[in-house]
């Protein structure tokens, strides 16, 4: 099947499904494999140093000649500001910005031809990203992994696409071709996928991590601000529970963030560090349609049959 949207052109991309920029899981390999495979890669570089970012993006180049973006927090201006030459002049076609509009960066990245994106959690934020100049935005619901709002994404995404003309990305618990054909049916252009992703042999995620996507479902995740400070939907387990019974001690991000990586619970890349009892492993309410672990090539190939078996049957049920 060849799913092809006009968000596909301006990315120059052949395929309308995005990797989102998940922080120590989106890296180098795992980027590489969905550009290749015809999606848009994108690099989670979110607190990594500048000479990791150019590192990482070096060994992107080394895998594909593909576009690729890199995802970083606008809610940390300072890593956005010295970053951002490294990510125009290393190569990469596409900055993607998370909590917040990375607005003194958009002229200097349009300078250089990289197109901006922002992640948004509300209408009103999507309607500040395109004022500000951004090339699309993705609607992201709460029933996200990570960092996210408080709509859900069935609500989100239409009301975006009305407010905006800028193209939408749809995100939130879309982990198969259902879900991406229920955000083309929404109006988005294509899809922002992060958790289905973390269970594929390229993501730079520990195996606990990649055993827990699978061996959960829907009721296992919980919003919480006790890693980061800002609200972030993970895998419930006893850290979160005990912080939750009295959130009131967790501080502002990102004091949060500096206390928990202190403490060791933000680790989730590495197998030594990886304790499912305590760390932080950032999943979306889509857990419990994922059963397995594949390359990514795979995975591309899966979604864009199960995208036409389902577009395929709803334009004979149109017809009948």
Not at 226 to 246: A, H, I, L, Q
Request: hydrophobic residues 45%; aromatic residues 4%.
């Amino acid at each position: 099947m060849t799913l092809r949207t006009p968000i596909c052109d301006l990315f120059d991309i052949e395929v309308p499904i995005f990797l989102a920029g998940m922080g120590q899981v989106a890296f180098a390999d795992l980027c590489a494999a969905v550009s290749e495979a015809g999606g848009f890669g994108t690099l989670g570089m979110a607190g990594s140093s500048k000479d990791a970012i150019r590192d990482e993006m070096r060994r992107v180049r080394q895998k594909t000649d593909k576009p690729f973006g890199v995802d970083l927090l606008a809610a940390l201006p300072e890593q956005v500001l010295e970053a951002i030459d490294i990510i125009i002049d290393e190569g990469a076609s596409a900055f993607i910005a998370g909590l917040g509009v990375p607005g003194p960066v958009i002229e200097r990245c349009h300078r250089k031809n990289v197109k901006v994106m922002v992640v948004c959690g509300k209408v009103e934020h999507a309607r500040r990203a395109e004022e500000a100049g951004c090339d699309g935005v993705v609607a992201q619901g709460t029933e996200a992994g990570g960092h996210t709002g408080r709509i859900a994404t069935m609500a989100l995404v239409p009301q975006t696409v009305d407010a905006v003309t800028i193209p939408v990305l749809a995100a939130g618990s879309i982990v198969d071709g259902r879900g991406i054909a229920a955000a083309l049916a929404f109006g988005a252009q294509g899809v922002w996928m992060g958790t289905r992703f973390i269970a594929t042999d390229e993501a730079r995620a520990a195996h606990a991590f990649k055993d827990k996507i699978i061996a959960s479902d829907g009721a296992d995740t919980t919003i919480t601000r006790c890693y980061s400070g800002k609200p972030m939907r993970v895998v419930t387990n006893p850290f979160v529970e005990e912080w939750e019974r009295d959130p009131s001690r967790i501080k502002p991000f990102p004091q949060q963030l500096v206390d928990s990586a202190s403490a060791g619970v933000m680790a989730y890349a590495h197998d030594a560090h990886t304790d499912a009892e305590r760390t932080c492993m950032p999943a979306g309410q889509g857990i419990g349609g994922i059963a397995d672990i594949v390359p990514v090539r795979e995975l591309m190939a899966r979604l864009l049959a199960e995208t036409d078996q389902v577009l395929g049957r709803l334009g004979r049920l149109a017809s009948a």
